[in-house]
Each structure stands twice: as structure tokens, then as C-alpha cells.
Nanobody, 126 residues
Framework: QVQLVESGGGLVQAGGSLRLSCAASGRTFSIYAMGWFRQAPGKEREFVAA????????YIANSVKGRFTISRDNVKNTVYLQMSSLKPEDTGVYYC???????????????????WGQGTQVTVSS
């Protein structure tokens, strides 16, 4: 079992920044990669970014490339999503997720993840 707890969400004006954190506990030694997804009201959950736990290889969605970065701290068992130049369309609930075993190219698929956090709300006002 892995427990994931997100934090850092909130209300921010367009053009602002936020940093989300996701603290993992439990069987963290089994984690292959961590990912961030988001879900806007009335829309499907979409991939945002992923990072492999050991090598730190990253995968960023085109919709946020150049504005968002993902990083991890293996000592703290925490993954971060630094979001800059935020837009109203970035509004949604952001979820972090842990994958025990997956191909790197499949990390855009929510089905590749084994555990999910409860989500944190990000609201970007215009």
C-alpha cells in the first residue's frame, strides 16, 4: 500500500504561480513513477506530468510544457509540481498518483497508476 497526500492548492490570479506537493508513505520503495493529473468540472481527468522515482526522467503534457515542472525529493518521498504563468483553464482538482510498474510512455494513461491521492483544488481567476 502507498498513501499519497497532496497539498499546496488554492486560489491564484492568472499569471501567478503555485507549487503542489505530494507526500508518499508506505511501500515507497516499490514506486516506479509518480504522476500528476487534473480534472476540471465536467471534463475527464487529464495527464499533466510524470517523473520516474529513481532516474528522475520527466514527461510533461504539451498543454503545460514550458509553464509547469515536476520534480521529486527521494529523501522526503515527495513529488512537486511547480506551476507558473497559470491560466484560468488550469483550474481543476489536481491529483497525484503512484505507479508501481509501467512503461515510461504509458505514464500519460491514468490506468498505469496504482494509487491516488485525494486531490487538491487549484482555481485560477481571470
Amino acid at each position: 500500500q502507498v498513501q499519497l497526500v497532496e497539498s499546496g492548492g488554492g486560489l491564484v490570479q492568472a499569471g501567478g504561480s503555485l507549487r503542489l506537493s505530494c507526500a508518499a508513505s508506505g511501500r515507497t520503495f516499490s514506486i516506479y513513477a509518480m504522476g500528476w493529473f487534473r480534472q476540471a468540472p465536467g471534463k475527464e481527468r487529464e495527464f499533466v506530468a510524470a517523473i520516474t522515482w529513481s532516474g528522475g526522467n520527466t514527461y510533461i503534457a504539451n498543454s503545460v510544457k514550458g509553464r509547469f515542472t515536476i520534480s521529486r525529493d527521494n529523501v522526503k518521498n515527495t513529488v512537486y509540481l511547480q506551476m507558473s504563468s497559470l491560466k484560468p483553464e488550469d483550474t481543476g482538482v489536481y491529483y497525484c498518483a503512484a505507479s508501481f510498474s509501467s512503461l515510461f510512455t504509458k505514464l500519460v494513461d491514468s490506468g498505469a497508476y496504482d494509487y491516488w491521492g485525494q486531490g487538491t483544488q487549484v482555481t485560477v481567476s481571470s
